[in-house]
């Protein structure tokens, strides 16, 4: 097959001599009488031609070289790039402190921390926290960090962050809940429970109603705005309750889901006629609908003022085992986190961008809507 393939080619470059090229349409002669010897081996090929008006001729053609691959420019190095000592990131940074009181609020620490671990992980920024229990002393925090989240429900210790250098972040916390404190140097994000209620009384057309508490702080408070309202409250401390005074009556709910569901469910059970049920942020959850029967809320009003979630951020707050959507004390940890982020990139330093709040007098200004229970699920009353 290689003989072939070189006579094939001495013949292109002695057509003029060996071989004559020819279209269908062309005149066929004869060509001139011609002896051609092929002598091959592996180094050489040798033509002999013996025409009769020729002398004997004899071509020797060199074996083919073979053509080498044509190299490639060599591949450019990438470039490496040495951070030396002195290199500075050109994100922002923070670093936070937490104080946190360990005996009151254990149960609720791993949810907080994880909230915080939340909010910062959707940011561009680098971020550290270091978490310190309540008898720290408070002048060296302070003196070590700038901004600090306190969760702390003693209120004298909250009233003593105003004597300290350092910002202070206040969950827990509504200002309305110091009526004699006036700093800058303290926030407070704490639902305000007064304005929940209030709105609720709304719906009241009676100068009476009932409430049902439990021994704890919140549902003090709770009760304590109720009756600021122009209104005869009887109290009844969960589970003592006489059944039969809640006919025909308004019934204010100053206790957590579970128990709020019993009461509910004992109602219905007994017959008892109530007007409406009442209850603000603490009942805002997903339990009193998974527990109770459609009858039993039937006639139940919820205040609430987690009012925007996004998206992002409560997907990671789940991711970490965390609720952010319902659990109010996490939503305000959030909303003053926003706060915070604002403030190291030099963003609005009165409007929480991702939940579409401002804050006024160091408070954020929460909206407060109304729910009833509908179909399994809460539902804005328009």
Excluded: C, H
């Amino acid at each position: 097959m290689r003989k072939i393939f070189l006579i094939f080619i001495f013949n292109l470059l002695f057509a003029e001599d060996v071989l004559i090229f020819q279209t269908p349409f062309d005149e066929v002669t004869s060509p001139p009488q011609t002896n051609t010897t092929i002598i091959a081996d592996e180094k050489n090929i040798s033509i002999e031609t013996n025409n009769t008006e020729q002398n004997l001729t004899k071509i020797t053609i060199s074996k083919i070289p073979t053509i080498s691959k044509i190299p490639l420019p060599p591949k450019p190095q990438e470039e490496t790039i040495i951070l030396d000592e002195e290199f500075v990131s050109i994100k922002p940074s923070l670093t936070l402190a937490v104080i946190i009181d360990k005996q009151k609020l254990f149960k609720f620490i791993p949810s907080i921390l994880n909230s915080i671990n939340a909010y910062f992980l959707n940011k561009d920024i680098e971020f550290s926290f270091k978490v310190f229990p309540k008898d720290t002393n408070l002048s060296e925090i302070s003196n070590n960090y700038s901004d600090i989240l306190v969760y702390v429900t003693d209120k004298n210790y909250i009233k003593s962050l105003k004597e300290f250098n350092s910002t202070f972040y206040v969950p827990l916390y509504n200002k309305k809940d110091f009526s004699d404190i006036n700093t800058t140097n303290i926030y407070f994000g704490g639902i305000d429970f007064q304005n929940q209620i209030e709105k609720l009384s709304f719906y009241i057309d009676d100068d009476k109603a009932v409430a049902i508490n439990e021994n704890t702080q919140i549902s003090n408070t709770l009760f304590k705005y109720e009756n600021e309202l122009n209104l005869s409250i009887t109290p009844f401390d969960y589970p003592y309750i006489n059944y039969n005074e809640l006919n025909n009556s308004f019934i204010f709910f100053n206790t957590t889901a579970g128990k709020t569901a019993q009461v509910l469910s004992n109602i219905t059970a007994k017959n008892i006629d109530t007007k409406l049920q009442l209850t603000t942020q603490i009942d805002y959850n997903p339990l009193l609908i998974e527990i109770t029967q459609p009858e039993d809320i039937e006639k139940l009003l919820i205040a609430n003022s987690i009012t925007k979630v996004p998206v992002i951020i409560e997907d990671v707050n789940l991711l970490l085992d965390s609720d952010i959507k319902y659990n109010w004390l996490n939503y305000s940890t959030s909303v003053l986190l926003n706060k915070i982020y604002n403030q190291i990139t030099s963003s609005d330093e009165f409007y929480m961008n991702d939940f579409n709040l401002y804050i006024f007098n160091n408070q954020i200004n929460y909206k407060t809507k109304l729910y009833q229970i509908i179909n399994g699920a809460f539902k804005p009353i328009e």
